[in-house]
């Protein structure tokens, strides 16, 4: 887990304003007010499949790294000879990998095919995991439909998990599932549940903030789950836009300006110790098409942190 501590920066303020027995302008007093200041210990990172400009992989984590991000949460099934040049060439973190299977392959299946396939997937994407130096895998248990009904899919996907637990074990990496959108694991409580059920502590959360406005408030949720939270994807929601739009069309605004209460979320964070790598998923329409959209992101993140 990434749940080491760095000091604190500490908040220099208005005071430097007066330092200089004033020579500081009315102007430099109120930059010096508006600089960003951390108040916790948390690492910036982003989804690299949210990066929606063209260009290599080399290119992509430059423009990353120019944004002024430490990380990169890639895909499973990448090329992990390109990823791995690219990470070193830009000094950037791997913290956590996607699981790229796990909406195609349902753990869930009726299907013990698609359910072995999954298994695989999930399998392969430990041993990136543990090529990148990451420390966790993202999964999305399992789907349930029509046809898959809430009881099988919860035992079919934790038989199909465990698994898998072996391989994480040995290669010292978490398998952190995923708050989605899947019809599946609508509680705070259900979802400890889920994940205590594995007896292990090699499975854990990896808590969508975005997501779970459909459900709720992040931080009702963060407060249960506590110290089995791994990661954190940060995603903006509005529920008054999924109230006239559509569901889906609550994604559809930048960070800071929909329904999430960041002050509460990041004290929420800070009351269960959590500290590590905040991961930017943002779902709104084409979030990064070019390197200035990955700087307002990177700094509109700051502003969360700080807030």
Not at 86 to 92: C, F, G
Not at 227 to 246: D, P, Q, T, Y
Not at 281 to 291: F, G, K, Q, S, V
Request: hydrophobic share 40%; aromatic share 10%; proline share 4%.
């Amino acid at each position: 887990m990434d749940f080491t501590r760095r000091d604190f920066l500490k908040l220099s303020g208005s005071s430097l304003a007066f330092a200089t027995l004033g020579q500081t302008t009315f102007a430099e007093e109120k930059k010096e007010k508006e600089k960003v200041v951390f108040k916790r210990d948390l690492k910036k990172a982003i989804m690299f499949a949210t990066v929606g400009f063209p260009g290599s992989v080399s290119e992509k984590f430059k423009a990353i790294k120019e944004a002024g991000f430490s990380g990169i949460e890639p895909m499973s099934h990448m090329d992990s000879d390109e990823v791995l040049k690219a990470r070193d060439v830009y000094k950037l973190e791997l913290p956590s990998v996607c699981c790229g299977t796990h909406w195609k392959e349902n753990l869930a299946s009726p299907n013990p095919s698609e359910r072995d396939r999954g298994v695989e997937g999930l399998k392969h994407a430990l041993r990136d995991a543990s090529k990148y130096g990451s420390t966790s895998v993202l999964l999305v248990p399992c789907v349930v439909t029509k046809d898959i009904s809430y009881a099988d899919a919860w035992a079919r996907s934790q038989a199909e998990i465990r698994k898998a637990i072996p391989l994480a074990e040995k290669l010292g990496i978490y398998i952190a599932i995923e708050n989605v959108w899947n019809n599946f694991l609508l509680s705070p409580l259900e979802m400890a549940r889920y994940v205590d059920d594995f007896k292990s502590p090699i499975v854990g959360v990896h808590f969508d903030i975005g997501n779970i406005y459909r459900y709720g408030w992040p931080e009702h949720w963060i407060s249960i789950l506590g110290r089995r939270i791994l990661k954190i994807h940060l995603k903006e929601f509005s529920v008054e836009k999924m109230n006239k739009e559509g569901l889906r069309n609550g994604f559809q605004v930048e960070y800071l300006e929909g329904s999430n209460n960041w002050p509460t979320i990041m004290r929420a964070l800070d009351e269960i110790g959590y500290t590590g790598w905040a991961i930017a998923e943002p779902a709104y329409a084409n979030p990064a098409t070019d390197e200035a959209g990955l700087k307002n992101i990177s700094e509109r993140m700051d502003k969360i942190f700080a807030s």
